[in-house]
């Protein structure tokens, strides 16, 4: 190569460095970055999957409009689903195909069995997982990459066992899980804070069953009168059912955050009074909920069903680390996501501790009452 072509070679080169300074653009920031949402969007519990995904799309929609920038560069953000089936094996499958996809983040999974088994695939590659899961052990796996949207079961399992035990009068207790790693591991650490009551069955289902006539009969033998449980709203709207037409009435069920759903707003009210604890606080409960409320319902024309506002935050919360990191690249995203002081719109406090934990997670308790669910009292230090 002559002297000249040198010459030339690194002018140009010159002219690429002075333009990119211009910009205040990296070559590497991609024109478009991709969110992945892994959630079970078939099967019974496809409408909370459903919500995570309408809720990342609103969010994702919203950021469009407005404009984003990655160190001075405008990119577009786009979703990437897929089905998990409320399964870990195809949880793991549904993680390989968004990571293939190329998404630089992930909100999922639901069910912490499936976040637990998909996360060493995430950190493997360094994409950030943003789980609406529960179980402390997500966030125990030694992971950069897990991140919790609410407070976890240590706190949720201490309000179930708080409210079951401060039930006044004598009581027969029934302590049921699905047998999912969240629901029985809920279960445990709510049946330990029921020490000096009468437990008189303690046992485990799978998270699919509608049949109870076995765990009824047997409840009635028992006189079971207060039922603390782990089973989906659809599964718990079954029992009602079938304890009705036993003849068991004037029940007490308290339930977690998988059955504080719209859902279980067609359970017989005959069977008694219902309780749930949740670590997901309605949206309505929020400052910026109404807003969020009524831009949800004129796009999908019905209520939120589930969690769909913290999906929605979470896309704004990684907006935000993404303009912190000025990269889309998961060795910088990850420490930003761990320190960036975003303003989440409906929920205003998404921050995420060196652990990946939500800093300022707490649990409600709710009742249902005429149709609706009313908040009884709400913590952080149950």
Not at 147 to 158: H, P
Not at 168 to 189: I, Q, R
């Amino acid at each position: 190569m002559t002297m000249f072509a040198h010459t030339r070679v690194a002018l140009g080169l010159l002219v690429l460095v002075g333009l990119a300074a211009l910009t205040g653009c990296q070559p590497g920031v991609p024109d478009t970055v991709k969110i992945g949402v892994a959630q079970p969007l078939s099967g019974p519990l496809k409408e909370l999957g459903q919500d995570m995904v309408d809720g990342t799309r609103m969010a994702i929609d919203d950021i469009n409009k407005e404009g984003l920038k990655i160190d001075g560069k405008v990119v577009k953000l786009e979703l990437v689903t897929a089905d998990d089936k409320a399964d870990a094996e195809t949880g793991k499958a549904a993680a390989k195909t968004l990571i293939d996809a190329g998404v630089f983040a992930v909100i999922g999974h639901l069910n912490s069995g499936v976040s637990i088994a998909a996360a060493p695939l995430y950190a493997e590659k360094m994409v950030p997982q943003l789980a609406i899961s529960t179980n402390p052990k997500y966030t125990k796996l030694g992971l950069p990459t897990t991140f919790r949207l609410v407070a976890n079961d240590d706190l949720q399992s201490k309000a179930m066992g708080s409210l079951a035990n401060s039930l006044p009068g004598e009581h027969t207790y029934a302590v049921v899980d699905d047998s999912t790693p969240y629901g029985k591991g809920l279960a445990d650490t709510a049946a330990a804070q029921l020490k000096g009551k009468t437990i008189a069955i303690r046992t485990s289902l799978d998270d699919k069953t509608t049949d109870f006539k076995a765990l009824v009969a047997q409840m009635a033998e028992k006189k079971v009168d207060v039922f603390v449980t782990t089973l989906a709203d659809f599964q718990v709207v079954a029992l009602a059912d079938q304890l009705v037409a036993a003849g068991m009435r004037n029940m007490q069920i308290i339930g977690s955050d998988t059955m504080k759903t719209e859902g279980m707003l067609k359970v017989n009210p005959a069977v008694g009074t219902i309780y749930a604890t949740s670590p997901i606080i309605g949206a309505a409960e929020f400052n910026g909920g109404k807003t969020f409320l009524e831009k949800f319902r004129a796009q999908y024309k019905h209520e939120p069903i589930y969690a769909a506002h913290y999906a929605y935050d979470a896309v704004w919360v990684l907006s935000a680390a993404l303009k912190q990191a000025k990269s889309a690249s998961g060795d910088k995203l990850v420490p930003a996501l761990k320190t960036v002081d975003a303003l989440a719109p409906v929920t205003s406090s998404m921050r995420f501790a060196e652990d990946g934990e939500q800093r300022y997670g707490s649990v409600s308790v709710y009742q249902l009452n005429r149709g609706n669910w009313f908040l009884l009292t709400r913590s952080d230090v149950w």
